[in-house]
DNA sequence: TAAAAAAGAATGAACATTCATTTTTTTTAA
DNA sequence: TTAAAAAAAATGAATGTTCATTCTTTTTTA
C-alpha cells in the first residue's frame, strides 16, 4: 500500500468518525480526541489533514454533499420529459437518504444548525443546479406550480429528510410503499 | 412587584436567553454565562431555577412546545368539516412559525439534533393529537389519503420549518401569497 | 541518513457547577 | 409601627474538568 493511498484511508477515517459521532452527538459534543481514537490516529495527526475542528466539519460535509448530488443526478437525463426527470431524481435522492442514511443524517444535521460556515453551505446549495433547471423547465411547460424553488424543495425533498430522522429515531420503518406513497405526495404537492 | 412575580420574571428572562444564544450558536456553544448575562443574573441564580444545563434546555422545550400547540389548536373546532379543519390549524401553525420565529426556531433546532432528553421530544409529541384526530377522521371520510401520521405530517407540516429557517437565514421572504401558495402545496399533497 | 509523518504528552483556555458571602425579604417581638 | 433577627435568594469568585491545539520526540518512508 504506497503512502498516497494510506494518506487517503487515513483521511476517509477521521471524515467517516467524523460523521457518526457528530450524529449521535452534535459537534460540540464531539471531541476530537475521540474523533481522533475512532479514526485510530493521535489527535495531532488530525491536524496534519485539516486546519482545525471547524475545517474538518467544513470539509466532511462538503465531501458528502458532493457524493450525495453525485449519486442523486448520476443517472439524470436533462432531456426526459420534466414529470419522468422529476421522479428519477426523487427517487434517487431518497434511495440515498435511506440507504446512506449515516450520510444524509449528517448533511441535515449541517443544514439545520448553525454548526457550518454559512460560506461553506451556500457553496453547497449550488450542487442542486440540474434540479432546479428541471423545475425551472417544468414552470415553463407548465406541468409544475408557477411557485419559487425554495417552495417547490420545501415541499418535494425536504420531507425526506424528516421521513429519514424518523427512521432512524425508530419510529417508522420505511417500505417500498411508503417510499411511493411519499413520492405520490411530493409530486401532488408540486404538479399543475 | 412580589416576590413571586419577580422570580417568574427571572425565569422567563432565562428561558429567553436561552432560546436566543441557542439559536444563534447551538446548544454546546451557549455557556451558562452567557445565558446569565443576557438574562441580568448571575451564573449561580440559573441553578437555584434549573438543575443543570440539561434542565433548562428540557424545560425551555416544553415551555416553548405547548405555547406552540396552544397556539396552534386554539381556534380549533373538532366539529368542523375535516378539509376547513385542517386549513385552520394549518394556518394557526404557519402563524406561529413565521410570526414567533424565535421561538419556532428554537423548537426546530430541538427537533433535529440530539440536544433533547428523548423521554422530552415524546412527550412534546402528545400535544398534537388533536391534529392526528383529524387525520384519522379525514382518513375514514376518505377525504385524505390513506397513508400514516409520519407522512401526513412530513408533508403537511414539516416543510414550514424549512420555509421558517430559509427566511431567518434572509434566502427569502415569505409573504401572504407565499403562506397561501405553501397551504396549497400542504393539501394537496395529503388530499384525496 | 535525511526528511516526512505520526505519536503522546503538555498547555492553556473555556466551561459547568459549587462555595462562601452578601443582600434582600420575611418574621418576630417590643 | 418599627427594628432586630432569622430565613431565603442572589451573588461573584473559586474549583476541577474537559477540550482544542501545539510541542517535542519517535517512527516510518524515501
Redesign the pocket.
Same mark, same amino acid.
Request: hydrophobic share 40%; net charge positive.
Given at each position: 500500500m504506497?503512502?498516497?493511498q =494510506? *494518506?487517503i484511508d487515513?483521511r476517509n477515517a477521521l471524515v467517516k468518525a467524523t460523521i457518526e459521532l457528530v450524529n449521535n452527538n452534535g459537534f460540540?459534543?464531539?471531541?476530537? *480526541? =475521540?474523533?481522533?481514537k475512532m479514526a485510530?490516529? *493521535?489527535?495531532?495527526?488530525?491536524?496534519?489533514?485539516f486546519?482545525?475542528?471547524?475545517d474538518?466539519v467544513n470539509q466532511t460535509y462538503m465531501d458528502i454533499k458532493a457524493e450525495y448530488t453525485n449519486f442523486a443526478f448520476a443517472t439524470h437525463n436533462p432531456n426526459t420529459p420534466v414529470k419522468e426527470g422529476f421522479e428519477n431524481i426523487w427517487k434517487r435522492i431518497a434511495e440515498f437518504k435511506l440507504k446512506d442514511c449515516e450520510n444524509a443524517m449528517f448533511l441535515a444535521q449541517c443544514d439545520n444548525t448553525p454548526m457550518i460556515d454559512e460560506s461553506i453551505r451556500q457553496k453547497g446549495i449550488k450542487h442542486l443546479q440540474p434540479l432546479l433547471d428541471l423545475w425551472e423547465r417544468g414552470r415553463n411547460e407548465q406541468v409544475i406550480k408557477p411557485v419559487s424553488d425554495y417552495l417547490l424543495y420545501a415541499y418535494a425533498i425536504n420531507p425526506l429528510s424528516f421521513l429519514m430522522i424518523s427512521q432512524k429515531r425508530g419510529a417508522l420503518q420505511l417500505s417500498k410503499k411508503h417510499i411511493e406513497e411519499a413520492y405520490q405526495a411530493a409530486w401532488d404537492s408540486i404538479k399543475l
Amino acid at each position: 500500500m504506497g503512502k498516497l493511498q =494510506k *494518506s487517503i484511508d487515513k483521511r476517509n477515517a477521521l471524515v467517516k468518525a467524523t460523521i457518526e459521532l457528530v450524529n449521535n452527538n452534535g459537534f460540540h459534543a464531539t471531541p476530537m *480526541s =475521540k474523533i481522533a481514537k475512532m479514526a485510530d490516529v *493521535s489527535p495531532a495527526t488530525i491536524y496534519l489533514y485539516f486546519e482545525n475542528k471547524q475545517d474538518l466539519v467544513n470539509q466532511t460535509y462538503m465531501d458528502i454533499k458532493a457524493e450525495y448530488t453525485n449519486f442523486a443526478f448520476a443517472t439524470h437525463n436533462p432531456n426526459t420529459p420534466v414529470k419522468e426527470g422529476f421522479e428519477n431524481i426523487w427517487k434517487r435522492i431518497a434511495e440515498f437518504k435511506l440507504k446512506d442514511c449515516e450520510n444524509a443524517m449528517f448533511l441535515a444535521q449541517c443544514d439545520n444548525t448553525p454548526m457550518i460556515d454559512e460560506s461553506i453551505r451556500q457553496k453547497g446549495i449550488k450542487h442542486l443546479q440540474p434540479l432546479l433547471d428541471l423545475w425551472e423547465r417544468g414552470r415553463n411547460e407548465q406541468v409544475i406550480k408557477p411557485v419559487s424553488d425554495y417552495l417547490l424543495y420545501a415541499y418535494a425533498i425536504n420531507p425526506l429528510s424528516f421521513l429519514m430522522i424518523s427512521q432512524k429515531r425508530g419510529a417508522l420503518q420505511l417500505s417500498k410503499k411508503h417510499i411511493e406513497e411519499a413520492y405520490q405526495a411530493a409530486w401532488d404537492s408540486i404538479k399543475l
